[in-house]
């Protein structure tokens, strides 16, 4: 079902440049001609990101301190529970889909065409990590249709443990906060791999207005604790146990 979903990509793609004209065309050759080398991320590191350097700007321009509060760990020094509470929160279909959640786009689509302007995106893990590494956050379909590229890239090139790995150390959790350790340290206190299923679950919950809600627990509020425990509830979780076991198996969106 989803490798018959591939053309869709192509298609929409050609769809895109036949409706915009010649030079998204050649935009999209120059894309292919430049796609990232994903493949080196498989054993390497990324020493910065394309957001981490976005917002290093924005920070000196406005006369505020630069510097991220970065520090990378691999898979094995973070906790189960935040694995599990932020595929649950962002990503249900993580490990089933090959980089896109189509009915996700497609209620996203509807939305977009109903309020008249591009809102919300229905986007995967996989979309999240080659928009951070990689892009701006330019809401535009040229900017999508990059981004799909280097999403397809990312999930033909890396294995799913790698991706996530990825993703939990770039993604933005605060103010100058990237990766999990550092949002753990930040919020908490205490490293990745200590976080409790209710830590882990409000720091998923963060995700979509990381800034806005940092720091935490000082910004809590009652949407965030209704976030909070939905998904815990998705981990399978009573939201008092700290066992990683989950009631239905798989996490739910």
Excluded at 25 to 39: F, I, K, N
Excluded at 44 to 60: F, G, K, Q
Excluded at 198 to 205: F, G, K, S
Aim: proline residues 6%.
């Amino acid at each position: 079902m989803m490798k018959s979903m591939r053309p869709l990509l192509v298609r929409g793609l050609v769809a895109l440049i036949l409706l915009l004209g010649l030079p998204t065309a050649g935009l999209a050759l120059y894309w292919l001609a430049t796609l990232p080398d994903v493949a080196g991320l498989a054993a390497t590191n990324p020493s910065s990101t394309a957001l981490i350097e976005t917002r290093t700007r924005e920070a000196s321009a406005g006369g505020r301190p630069s510097e991220p509060n970065w520090t990378w760990v691999p898979l094995s020094r973070i906790s189960p529970h935040v694995q599990r509470a932020v595929i649950a929160a962002e990503d249900a279909s993580f490990y089933s889909h090959e980089g896109f959640d189509w009915s996700s786009l497609w209620g996203a689509a509807t939305r977009n065409w109903e309020v008249g302007r591009f809102r919300r995106g229905g986007s995967t893990i996989t979309q999240q990590l080659a928009k951070n590494l990689y892009l701006s956050s330019d809401k535009t379909l040229l900017r999508k249709a990059h981004e799909a590229l280097i999403t397809h890239e990312i999930e033909r090139r890396l294995s799913k443990r790698r991706i996530l790995e990825l993703y939990l150390n770039v993604v933005e959790w605060g103010r100058g906060v990237y990766g999990i350790e550092a949002a753990a340290q930040h919020h908490f206190g205490k490293s990745a791999l200590d976080l409790t299923p209710q830590e882990a679950a409000l720091l998923a919950a963060i995700l979509p207005s990381p800034r806005r809600y940092d720091p935490l627990p000082q910004r809590l509020t009652p949407y965030l604790t209704l976030r909070q425990q939905q998904i815990l509830r998705w981990m399978g979780e009573n939201g008092a146990t700290k066992t990683t076991k989950s009631v239905n198996g798989k996490p739910r969106r």
